[in-house]
């Protein structure tokens, strides 16, 4: 018979076995609902802090800036429209590179149309990345938000988010959000660098539809969903 190569694992990868026996441990053992306040629910609460603890650790930031969501999309989403509309009184001009996931294409354009937001598109050059020189071209006084991801999901190009970064917060008063997915398990990560950043799961062998936004602590966002 025919043997599958599966070589698509920009796209997603498998899950991995130990994962997988985890999450089979906590439906069966710890399904109680995280917000009850009797014993088994304290129990389940405790497990989600710790992993948030874990993570936060591996990160060296704080557990508190660690916002669990269902997938990469979310995550996107909850940074760019989370913060232009908690933060619209300070400006309604955000930047994001003309290369990014359709989570963020689709979140600046409804900003845009919906919101009456302004949109800067920022080019790629020949070498696939996107240059300081020209997010600082495109800075004004009423930029507050400033989205280029690390590395292009479908030509590997490494963006430089550390240097976009200190350019950024050196000039203006942006904040600064990288999707930073595709990077995760390959490459160090610039997070002390940027002010929000995405990342998935099952990008590194862990579970579909598990993800997380990292947030400085003092910023403000607006919640999408309401609880």
């Known amino acids: 018979g025919i043997v599958m190569v599966y070589l698509d694992y920009a796209s997603t990868t498998p899950i991995r ?78 930047i994001v590179s003309n290369e990014e996931h359709s989570s963020i294409r689709s979140s600046v354009e409804q900003l845009k149309e919906v919101f009456g937001f302004d949109i800067t598109y920022l080019p790629l050059h020949e070498d696939g990345r996107v ?30 988010i550390k240097e976009i970064a200190e350019a950024v917060h050196a000039h203006s008063r942006a904040v600064v959000h990288s999707d930073m997915v595709q990077a995760l398990g390959k490459m160090d990560l610039p997070i002390s660098s940027v002010d929000m950043a995405t990342f998935s799961a099952h990008k590194i062998y862990g579970l579909k539809g598990s993800a997380l936004l990292y947030h400085r602590k003092h910023l403000r966002l607006l919640p999408l969903i309401s609880a």
Not at 77 to 89: I, R, S
Not at 133 to 144: M, S
């Open 131 to 160: 240059h300081v020189e020209d997010v600082l071209c495109a800075l004004r006084k009423d930029t507050i938000l400033v989205s280029v991801m690390l590395v292009n999901n479908e030509t590997g190009c490494i963006n430089p």
């Open 17 to 94: 076995k130990e994962v997988l026996e985890a999450y089979e441990k906590v439906l069966h053992t710890y399904y109680a609902n995280a917000d009850s306040l009797h014993q088994a629910g304290r129990k389940v609460n405790m497990l989600l802090e710790q992993s948030r603890a874990n993570i936060a650790q591996l990160f060296h930031v704080q557990p508190e800036e660690i916002l669990y969501t269902s997938c990469a999309s979310e995550s996107n989403n909850y940074a760019l429209k989370g913060f232009a509309l908690a933060n619209q009184n300070r400006g309604r001009h955000i």
